[in-house]
Each structure stands twice: as C-alpha cells, then as structure tokens.
Nanobody
Framework: QVQVVESGGGLVQPGGSLRLSCDVSGSFFALYDMGWYRQAPGKQRELVAIITRGDNTNYEDSVKGRFTISRDNAKNTVDLQMSSLKPEDTAVYYC???????????????WGQGTQVTVSS
C-alpha cells in the first residue's frame, strides 16, 4: 500500500510564489520518477515537471525558468517551487510517483489526490 499526499496549494496573486510538497509513504522497495502534473478546467492533464531518481529534470516549456522540482530520497518527498505565477497556471496539481514493490521488478505509477492552485488578483 502506497500513500501519496500533496500539500501547499492555495490562492496567490499573479507574480507570487507557492511551494507544493508531495509526501510518499507506505510499503515499497524504491521510488523512481517523481513528477508534478496539472489539470485546468476543461483541459487535459499535462506534465509540469519530472525528476528522476538521479535528479535529472524535465519541464513543460511554459514553466521553464519559473518552476523548480526537487526531491529528497531520504524523506521520500518531491517538491515544486513555483515563482512568477500567472493566471494560466491555475489548475489542480497532482503528484505522480513511480515505485517498485518488494520482490518484483515491475514499476507502478501512483497518483495523489491533487491540490488546487489558483492564481488571481
């Protein structure tokens, strides 16, 4: 059983900052790719940023230079620091983690429930 819990969302003015956190707990052998996705009303869920176990990162073009993803492998957490926020960043932000269970090489994906980010004046 794996639990993924996001926190840190809220209402912020344009140009402001927020930091999202994702805590992973439960029974698993190792975590691999960890990522943040978002879904705005009426739109498909999209990748925002992803970080590998070796700290390689990739970002959606519109957030490059504004968002920073980081992880702490000892604490099983992944954070998303968001700066210079724009109204178009408004969405529900989801954490997705890739993990391997005990005794099997197969990787599984698990999603959190999401946290709302609203950028508005």
């Amino acid at each position: 059983q794996v639990q993924v819990v996001e926190s840190g969302g809220g209402l912020v003015q344009p140009g402001g900052s927020l930091r999202l956190s994702c805590d992973v707990s439960g029974s698993f052998f190792a975590l691999y790719d960890m990522g943040w996705y978002r879904q705005a009303p009426g739109k498909q869920r999209e990748l925002v940023a992803i970080i590998t176990r070796g700290d390689n990162t990739n970002y959606e073009d519109s957030v490059k230079g504004r968002f920073t993803i980081s992880r702490d492998n000892a604490k099983n957490t992944v954070d998303l620091q968001m700066s210079s926020l724009k109204p178009e960043d408004t969405a529900v932000y989801y954490c997705k983690v890739q993990f391997r269970g005990f005794g099997a090489p197969k990787l599984f994906d698990y999603w959190g429930q999401g946290t709302q980010v609203t950028v508005s004046s």
